[in-house]
């Protein structure tokens, strides 16, 4: 089984709200990570988690909150965020840290849109 | 730092036809890289993986194949068929783990 999950698959809210994106793998992979794609553009690596720690944050601002409760779990934790934030948020996992020659595996992606 | 490109942006061709589609990077000194189909809306298939050591991996009608040397690889699809339209990425990793990916070629196969 070489699948992630990502729920929900829409999720609109306002600059108010907070409200969490989830993502599961049950492949027994180490690594997760979280990408925001805008429209027409490549995937933009936002987080990376290796063996449940926080590896990688790539000057993301502090209203997207990343969280690893266990190997198989990443959520996205979304408060105060700005019209600019929406975009599709595609959560991705490997045997190990990329870099060391593995395959990544993408999830179908969350469609954020932020009013 | 790594640069990936794709030629071309964008590809229309007739049903049928065999394509190449083509990624360039600009450092040499890579581990593996990965073909990607995206369709409108949805996430990343990966379509290929290749290692540093190989020179070609295929998957029914899709051929790639990595020259190290030069910084290029290729994705060759064979008959080309209406439901191969699509949007294709290369990526290559980054030394921290990242994936560094091209800007795609957006191809649709006309009936």
């Known amino acids: 089984d070489t699948e992630v999950t990502q729920t929900p698959k829409h999720l609109v809210m306002g600059m108010t709200n907070k409200k969490s994106l989830k993502c599961e793998q049950h492949?027994?992979?180490?690594?997760m990570y979280w990408y925001k794609q805008k429209a027409k553009k490549p995937p933009e690596l936002m987080f990376v988690?290796?063996?449940?720690?926080?590896?990688i944050n790539e000057s993301v601002p502090s209203r997207f909150s990343p969280e690893c409760p266990n190997s198989s779990l990443l959520n996205l934790h979304l408060h105060a965020l700005q019209p600019e934030d929406s975009a599709l948020y595609l959560c991705?996992?490997?045997?190990?840290?990329?870099?060391?020659?593995?395959?990544?595996?993408f999830g179908p992606g969350t469609r954020l849109t932020v009013t | 730092k790594q640069e990936v490109t794709q030629i071309p942006a964008a590809l229309s061709v007739p049903e049928g036809e065999n394509l190449v589609l083509n990624c360039s990077f600009t450092?040499?000194?890579?581990?593996?890289l990965q073909w990607f189909r995206q369709d409108p809306g949805k996430g990343l298939t990966s379509l290929l993986l290749?290692?540093?050591?190989?020179r070609e991996q295929t998957s029914g009608r899709l051929n790639a194949s990595l020259d190290k040397s030069s910084g290029r690889s290729t994705l060759y699809i064979a008959a080309s068929q209406p439901g191969d339209s699509a949007t294709y990425l290369c990526?290559?990793?980054?030394?921290?783990?990242?994936?560094?990916f091209g800007q795609g070629t957006t191809l649709q196969v006309k009936p």
């Open positions: 990526a290559v990793p980054g030394n921290t783990g990242k994936l560094i």
């Open positions: 988690y290796s063996y449940e720690k926080l590896s």
């Open positions: 991705a996992s490997s045997q190990g840290l990329a870099g060391l020659s593995y395959e990544q595996y």
């Open positions: 450092d040499s000194a890579i581990y593996n």
């Open positions: 492949m027994g992979h180490r690594a």
């Open positions: 290749i290692q540093s050591s190989q």
